[in-house]
């Protein structure tokens, strides 16, 4: 399966219809790829609070119109990153798009986990509830975004319901980088899956990004690793490793925690 990870720059001076035209541009380059992702709030920057407001959009809005596009022409599974989302009753949700090779909507996931403690998004957007799994040939991706990958009870809700590809755009900021890193081979290994973690680069409301995007086996060996700008991650990897892994090594059958609620 060959992916390809889009760590777009996100920096002042260029509107979010610029860049979506831009983005869309790489995803149409990327034909002949299984699966293209795009990194968290990509149109605003997800340090840019002010700006979720006035830049919200309906589901089916302007970015969804132009991944949907870009997803048909190319003839790949486009997981289109996030975008700052107004519901019908008016809340904002933080909330990513996963797009067939035919343009269809394959699925919509809310992030679960907002950052910010008691200021931006935090205070700004809805939560999500519920995860998220998609099946593809060959793999059943689990969605999770940024600030969630903090979170392993998100990731291993995401195994049980079958997934073998974790897939995490963000907008992770360069002051935690060794984090990111970090949890990215954490989520990995601990359920024996690929990670595909999708970052953006450039500085946007002052904060500069980490970039960095990172590729993850499910032994939490480092397929592929970004640097710190603009470029097209692509790896080829076997999502029939997961299978291999989790029978080499049955870590998971051995759960104890989690299975059965507490006795009391």
Not at 51 to 70: H, N, Q, R, S, W
Not at 131 to 145: D, I, S
Not at 177 to 206: D, P
Request: aromatic share 8%; proline share 7%; hydrophobic share 45%.
């Amino acid at each position: 399966m060959r992916a390809s990870l889009i760590q777009i720059a996100v920096n002042e001076g260029e509107t979010p219809e610029a860049r979506r035209l831009r983005a869309a541009a790489l995803v149409r380059d990327r034909a002949g790829a299984d699966l293209v992702v795009l990194p968290e709030l990509w149109t605003t920057g997800a340090f840019a609070f002010d700006e979720f407001d006035g830049a919200a959009e309906p589901l089916e809005g302007p970015t969804y119109e132009a991944m949907a596009k870009a997803a048909s022409d190319a003839g790949v599974w486009l997981h289109a990153g996030s975008v700052p989302e107004r519901a019908p009753d008016g809340t904002l949700y933080n909330t990513s798009l996963v797009f067939s090779p035919a343009g269809d909507l394959a699925a919509a996931y809310r992030k679960i986990h907002r950052f910010g403690f008691d200021k931006g998004e935090a205070v700004l957007m809805g939560a999500g509830r519920e995860p998220v799994t998609v099946r593809l040939p060959g793999t059943t991706l689990g969605v999770a975004t940024c600030y969630d990958l903090r979170f392993p009870e998100l990731f291993r809700s995401l195994v049980d319901a079958g997934a073998e590809t974790l897939v995490v755009p963000a907008g992770w900021p360069e002051r935690r980088r060794s984090h990111w890193t970090l949890l990215a081979q954490a989520r990995a290994v601990e359920n024996q899956a690929f990670v595909l973690a999708c970052g953006t680069a450039g500085t946007h409301a002052g904060v500069p990004q980490a970039g960095h995007s990172i590729v993850v086996d499910p032994w939490g060996e480092v397929l592929a690793e970004a640097g710190p700008d603009e470029e097209v991650l692509t790896v080829e990897f076997d999502p029939a490793k997961v299978t291999q892994t989790r029978e080499q090594f049955p870590a998971l059958k051995d759960r104890v925690l989690g299975l059965e609620p507490p006795r009391r």
